[in-house]
């Protein structure tokens, strides 16, 4: 299985930021299951590939969501 997630911000420094906050997820993953995340400009990009259980296929997905999420809420209010 495979996804290829893209989030598109205002500008490069958010995308920067919001890639920073998930990448770490590319190196902590059980064997079987890759994430890559990159920016390209404005966009933050990551590649999911899982050959093990559709459940932890779905839950890493969830996981990159939910990371974004909270970083985007986090450069919200530090912002302000």
Known sequence: MQATVTLEYKDEKTAEA???????DNFKTPIGLQVKTVRENNKVIT???CEGK??????????????????????HIITK
């Open 54 to 75: 559709l459940a932890t296929f779905t839950a890493t997905i969830d996981d990159l969501l939910f990371s974004a999420s909270t970083a985007e809420k986090t450069l």
């Open 47 to 49: 590649e999911i590939q």
């Open 18 to 24: 919001i890639a920073r906050a998930v990448s770490p």
